[in-house]
């Protein structure tokens, strides 16, 4: 197997090693290639994909570092304060409260309440991704996810509650039908919840409207305070004549007390709704335990004929005050517990509408400075610049059109005695902009400006596809392009004369004139600072000299292109022309314009 030798270092030997071969040595290195001279393939692949990766992660942590710094620059603190009223809980700005009771709808009507906010629409956008659960955006603080899991939480407490009551209590009829009641409601709302967190497609258009309804602030408030309160009616249901008091038996006091503290679930509701209910079914509880049931409760018993009596001497009046301060300590710790709760739900919901703005205005900059490198190189060369992490860039083309247009009596129009030709300079400048408005139509999207070069316009097709190969019309398509370009050109000058420079009243005029040629060209990026693209090559040259060498008011192109497009267009010959760099005169034409009938061909170029 063949060894180069190789330096380990571009550094010249020391004196010493060059008297020395023996101590030159160190400064050589055995370097062992395959078979056939090279690297391997596999070596140059893997090498390749380490440097893919380096780049890719060094373009993250770039990112990563401006992002931090963005952050310390704004001072933006997420998790510390909201602007909230201290009682109410509501927010100050009127926009934000709107966002947070619209954040529950779906997105058609959230979007029509709040189509001029710049929030609205990057919350919708967070919050209706599409229904995979993958997203790391989507996790159980999010909006149908809390919904769930609340809903789910109060169905269980619910549960739970109804079957301690079956065991411990007489089933009584009333109690039978506000089972079967509040059994499905709860169903019902759990389907419909679970049917929206993950199978949001299937639901059907009633069931949507349905939903839509329910999601309103008030609507949503009515239906959770039915649902919070059903344990509490569950309880009350089963209030029965004993000849013990009510709270001296044990499991009552207990299913009695989940039902108290069940009313600081659905965090998502007012914490001040919640403490209300809270404090209307203790007082309902106290309004019970001072009532003797016996007088309403007697032959109500559904399966059974057993009649309890009351105990003359209960003590249910020496109990009352503690009842009252055990329901009042209770209450107090439910509006404690569901003002924490919306105060976290809140802080949680208005971070996300200032990282919301935050990352709108992250985006607005980078938007403006892809805009303004957009401007000094192609598109897919920025899109080289990012998946490299570098602004070096160097490729080769083939078939790739290029045409220069120059203003040729610009010179003569140009004068510095009028403003220092400041106007003059303007003037020409609406009339390349013209020309730049062209190349955002959609026929023209894949014609880039190279340059302008005084009062000369450069530009090139073919250098990036917007279309793949099996959907162009032939293979040559790029180049129409262009010349429909080339002719659009012309369009414009003449509009230009005919309005712009009206004032002259027809006694100058502009006059463009084109050359037109194809091939081989390479492209790149110069410099690391201010950054220049441009291309090469014969092509380029010959372009250049189509223009120079052309006449007046016309578009000229060498036999090479009309032999491509000559099925598309009309051309009339000019004769031959002598090129610079060129040994032998070229056989040039001029375009006419496009074929009334296009030819399904290019047919032999016929030289008169």
Known sequence: MPRVLSRKSAHPPHPEAQSNPESAQPLLQITTHSENGGLSPADVEEGNSERTTESKVKAQEIEDRRLVSFMKQVNAEYLQSAPTH?????????????????????????????????????????????????????????????????????????????????????????????????????????ITVLQEAFFLKARSRCSSRLVSFFHSWYPRHILGVVLISLPSVAVYSNVQCNKDDLMMQPFYCFITTVALLHYCNFIQLSSWTKTIMALLSGATLIIISSIDQCTFTEGADLFTNSTSMPDDNNNNTSSMPELILVVLLLVLLVLLLNRQFEISFRLNFYGGVQAAEDKGKIQEQKNKAEELLHNIVPKFVYESFKETASSKYSKNHENVGIIFGSIINFNEFYSEIFADGIECIRILNEMIGDFDALLEKEQFRDVEKIKTIGSTYMAACGLHFSKPEHERTFKYEHLQTLLDFSLQMQKCVETFNSESLSMTMGAFEFILRIGFHHGSINSGVIGTTKLFYDIWGDAVNIASRMDSTGVAKHIQVAEETVEKLNHLYDFKYRGEVTVKGKQAPMRTFFVIGKKAEPLPDPVPVVIP
Not at 101 to 129: C, G, H, W, Y
Request: hydrophobic share 40%.
């Open 86 to 190: 201290r009682c109410m809980l509501s927010f100050k700005k009127h926009d934000v409260e709107r966002l947070y009771r619209d954040q529950f709808k779906p997105r058609s009507l959230r979007s029509q309440l709040n189509d001029e906010t710049v929030i609205d629409e990057q919350q919708m956008e967070a919050q209706e991704r599409p229904s995979s659960r993958r997203l790391s955006s989507e996790t159980i603080s999010t909006t149908k996810y809390n919904t769930l899991f609340d809903v789910g939480i109060g169905f269980l407490v619910y549960l739970f509650t109804s079957i301690g009551c079956f065991l411990v209590f007489d089933v009584q009829l009333h109690w039978a039908i506000v089972f079967a009641v509040g059994t499905i409601l709860q169903l019902c709302v759990f």
